[in-house]
């Protein structure tokens, strides 16, 4: 249902605040965390719309489709990760992130009973689940390891493990151990010039790649 929508109108809205929440978001937590946070997301807004549909009066009829409750996570947690970023609305007012995320929760549960409650419910499903996943997250529980061990063994059913590609390739983990074994090849024939900045360059690959996978925070003092 989350990767399904009814209107142009309703995509475009969910794509953008995805694309100015994600973007901030995906710089502290890496894409790994991010892509697990929008998954369990739009699980949870799915999960607290199907059990509210079966016990609450208000919710009689309807269609569960949209990504909102995973957008929703997204931007949730950004709030509580950095509440006092600067957000300018339209390009004209001045808010803290905490503001923004903070008023539509709220506008979330002023809609509950309008014509869209299941809407402003699954939006609520994700909050919830925001909630708990940068609070895991600071106490060192890694929810996205879950996630990709079933992404690993789903994959694992069709792909043999550790196979090349038909054209040599290598998989991504591969590519620091490549890029070092390169560096001290070169410096070992003397064929590099610059040693030192060859070996800086593939050092700073590394930090790069570790800043994508898991986020500036998880970096040691002196990689930072």
Do not use: C
């Not at 929008?38 to 079966?54: A, D, K, S, T």
């Not at 990504?67 to 509440?83: C, D, E, H, Q």
């Not at 990709?148 to 590609?165: A, C, E």
């Not at 983990?173 to 040693?195: C, P």
């Amino acid at each position: 249902y989350m990767f399904m929508h009814f209107t142009f109108r309703h995509i475009l809205f969910n794509m953008l605040i995805l694309y100015f929440s994600g973007r901030m978001l995906v710089e502290y937590l890496g894409e790994k965390r991010m892509l697990a946070l929008y998954i369990y997301g739009g699980i949870g807004g799915g999960v607290l719309y199907i059990i509210l549909y079966n016990i609450s009066p208000i919710l009689t009829s309807g269609s569960m489709v949209g990504a909102s409750a995973g957008v929703i996570a997204i931007l949730v947690a950004g709030a509580l990760y950095m509440p006092q970023m600067p957000v300018r609305l339209w390009g004209i007012f001045e808010i803290k992130y905490w503001m923004l995320a903070a008023g539509l929760v709220i506008l979330d549960v002023l809609s509950l009973t309008g014509s869209n409650a299941g809407g402003h419910i699954a939006h609520l499903g994700g909050a919830i689940v925001a909630y708990f996943f940068i609070n895991s997250m600071r106490k060192g529980h890694e929810w996205n390891v879950y996630l990709f061990q079933i992404i690993d063994m789903v994959r694992g059913l069709f792909i043999q493990r550790g196979s090349k590609s038909s054209k040599g390739g290598f998989s991504f983990g591969d590519r620091n151990y490549v890029k070092y074994e390169e560096v001290k090849k070169k410096e070992a024939s003397g064929a590099s010039s610059s040693g030192p900045s060859a070996a800086d360059s593939a050092r700073m690959d590394e930090i790069l790649d570790k800043i994508k996978e898991k986020g500036y925070d998880s970096l040691r003092q002196e990689e930072k």
